[in-house]
C-alpha cells in the first residue's frame, strides 16, 4: 500500500460528470437577443443585468433616462468567473428571469456590489440581495449580433476526435441549446450564440464529460476554442457526496480504482469534487493531498478571486465505500 503526501501550487483538472438526454440540431436555434443594462452602486462599482421581463426593461430604461436611483437586484448566481470582461468582474450575477427594480425592499436584502462578491455564498442562502443603483448604459438585441464558436477536438498526439459533442453548459447570457458533433476532422461549430462568455463542455458517445473550456463571444464575430483531450475514458467511477453533513449530488469520475491510485487518479478526484461543488470559476489552490489505496484528503484554499483567498475546502475520498465527505467548504 502506497502513502503519498503533495504539495501542490498549480494544477490544470478536468472536471467530469455523467449526463443524458442530449438533444442535437441540425439547424441554428432561433431567440431574440437579450437587452443589458449596466448598473452602478452608491460605491460607483458596476455590474451587467439583463432582465427578461420587458416589465423590468422598460423601468431600467426610464430609470436611465431620468437618471435616478432605485434598488435593482434580485436572485444570486454564480456565474464563470473570467477575466478581463468588464461587464461581470464579481464573480455573480442576477439571474435575468428574478430581476426586480424596487422603491422599498427589505432592511435585510440590503447590499452592495462588493459586498455580495464578497460573501457570495451568504447571498446564495439568503436568496435575493438588492443594490441601491443607477443605471449608466445599456444596449439591446437591435445593435447586438449573433456570433459563433469553432474549432477542433484532437488527443494529446495531434489526432481529430469525431463523434464527440460539443455544447454550451453556462454562460453570462442566454445561449442556444446546441450540441455540435465533430466531423472526421475533429471540427465543430455552434452558430446563433449571443455576445458574453460561456462555459462549454466535450462529452463523448456516452455522455461522459472529458472537455471544459471558456470562451468570450463578440458581436458578429467567431470564436475559436480548440479542445485537446488526454484520452477518452471507459472507465467511470462513482462517489456518493456529502457536504456539510448534507447529502449532495454524485460525483462521477473517470478514473479506475480497482488496479490502485496514481497521484493523476486522486488529483482528478477530489479536483472534480471541488469543481462540481464550488464552480470550475472560483479561484482555488489545491494545498496538500494525501492519499493510499483506500483514501484520499485534501485541502484546498479558495476564493472569490485572488484577494480574497481566506476560505478553505477540505475532502475525503473513501475508496471502500466510494463516499466523498466535504466540510468547511464556505
Given at each position: 500500500?502506497?502513502?503519498?503526501?503533495?504539495a501542490v501550487?498549480s494544477?490544470?483538472?478536468?472536471a467530469?460528470?455523467?449526463?443524458?438526454g442530449?438533444?442535437?440540431?441540425?439547424?441554428?436555434?432561433?431567440?431574440?437577443?437579450?437587452?443589458?443594462?449596466?448598473i452602478?452602486?452608491?460605491?460607483?462599482?458596476?455590474?451587467?443585468v439583463?432582465?427578461?421581463?420587458?416589465?423590468?426593461w422598460?423601468e431600467?430604461?426610464?430609470?436611465y433616462?431620468?437618471?435616478?436611483?432605485?434598488?435593482?437586484?434580485?436572485?444570486?448566481e454564480?456565474?464563470?468567473?473570467?477575466r478581463?470582461?468588464?461587464?461581470?468582474?464579481?464573480?455573480?450575477?442576477?439571474?435575468p428571469e428574478?430581476i426586480?427594480?424596487?422603491?422599498?425592499?427589505?432592511?435585510?436584502?440590503?447590499?452592495?456590489?462588493?459586498?455580495?462578491?464578497?460573501d457570495?455564498d451568504y447571498w446564495?442562502?439568503?436568496?435575493?440581495?438588492?443594490v441601491?443603483?443607477?443605471?449608466?448604459?445599456?444596449?439591446?438585441?437591435?445593435n447586438?449580433?449573433?456570433?459563433?464558436?469553432e474549432?477542433?477536438?484532437t488527443?494529446?498526439?495531434?489526432?481529430?476526435?469525431a463523434?464527440?459533442r460539443?455544447?454550451?453548459v453556462?454562460?453570462?447570457t442566454f445561449?442556444?441549446?446546441?450540441?455540435?458533433e465533430?466531423?472526421?476532422?475533429?471540427y465543430?461549430?455552434?452558430?446563433?450564440?449571443?455576445?458574453?462568455?460561456?462555459?462549454v463542455?466535450?462529452?463523448?458517445?456516452q455522455?461522459?464529460r472529458?472537455?471544459?473550456?471558456?470562451?468570450t463571444?463578440?458581436?458578429g464575430?467567431?470564436?475559436t476554442?480548440?479542445?485537446?483531450?488526454q484520452?477518452?475514458?471507459?472507465d467511470?467511477t462513482?462517489?456518493?457526496?456529502v457536504?456539510n453533513?448534507?447529502?449532495?449530488v454524485?460525483?462521477f469520475?473517470?478514473v479506475?480504482?480497482?488496479?490502485?491510485?496514481?497521484?493523476?487518479?486522486?488529483?482528478?478526484?477530489?479536483g472534480?469534487t471541488?469543481i462540481?461543488i464550488?464552480?470550475?470559476?472560483?479561484?482555488?489552490?489545491?494545498?496538500?493531498?494525501?492519499?493510499?489505496?483506500a483514501?484520499?484528503?485534501?485541502?484546498?484554499?479558495w476564493?472569490?478571486?485572488?484577494?480574497?483567498m481566506?476560505h478553505?475546502f477540505?475532502?475525503?475520498?473513501?475508496l471502500?465505500?466510494?463516499?466523498i465527505t466535504?466540510?468547511?467548504?464556505?
Open positions: 500500500m502506497k502513502k503519498k503526501i503533495v501550487t494544477i490544470v483538472l478536468i467530469v460528470s455523467v449526463i443524458a442530449w438533444i442535437h440540431f441540425l439547424g441554428a436555434a432561433t431567440y431574440e437577443l437579450p437587452g443589458m443594462a449596466i452602478e452602486d452608491t460605491n460607483g462599482d458596476r455590474i451587467a439583463e432582465p427578461t421581463s420587458g416589465a423590468v422598460d431600467l430604461i426610464e430609470l433616462h431620468s437618471n435616478g436611483e432605485m434598488w435593482v437586484g434580485g436572485v444570486v454564480v456565474f464563470i468567473f473570467i478581463p470582461d468588464p461587464n461581470y468582474p464579481w464573480g455573480f450575477r442576477f439571474k428574478n426586480t427594480v424596487a422603491e422599498v425592499t427589505a432592511e435585510g436584502l440590503q447590499t452592495t456590489i462588493r459586498s455580495i462578491s464578497a457570495i446564495l442562502d439568503i436568496g435575493q440581495a438588492y441601491y443603483a443607477k443605471v449608466v448604459e445599456y444596449s439591446t438585441g437591435v447586438m449580433q449573433a456570433g459563433s464558436i474549432g477542433t477536438v488527443d494529446y498526439d495531434g489526432n481529430p476526435l463523434g464527440m460539443v455544447g454550451i453556462s454562460g453570462t445561449f442556444p441549446e446546441i450540441a455540435a465533430t466531423n472526421e476532422e475533429g465543430y461549430q455552434i452558430g446563433s450564440v449571443p455576445p458574453g462568455t460561456f462555459e463542455a466535450v462529452h463523448d458517445i455522455g461522459n472529458i472537455g471544459l473550456e471558456s470562451v463571444v463578440r458581436s464575430e467567431t470564436s476554442l480548440n479542445f485537446v483531450i484520452s477518452v475514458p471507459s467511470v462513482k462517489f456518493k457526496a457536504v453533513g448534507m447529502r449532495s454524485d460525483v469520475v473517470c479506475n480504482i480497482s488496479d490502485g491510485l496514481t497521484e493523476k487518479e486522486a488529483e482528478l478526484i477530489v472534480t471541488f462540481q464550488k464552480g470550475e470559476y472560483v479561484t482555488h489552490r489545491l494545498d496538500t493531498l494525501t492519499f493510499d489505496d483514501k484520499i484528503e485534501a485541502h484546498y484554499t476564493g472569490v478571486d485572488e484577494n480574497d481566506g478553505v477540505d475532502v475525503t475520498a473513501d471502500t465505500t466510494l463516499q466535504v466540510t468547511h467548504c464556505r
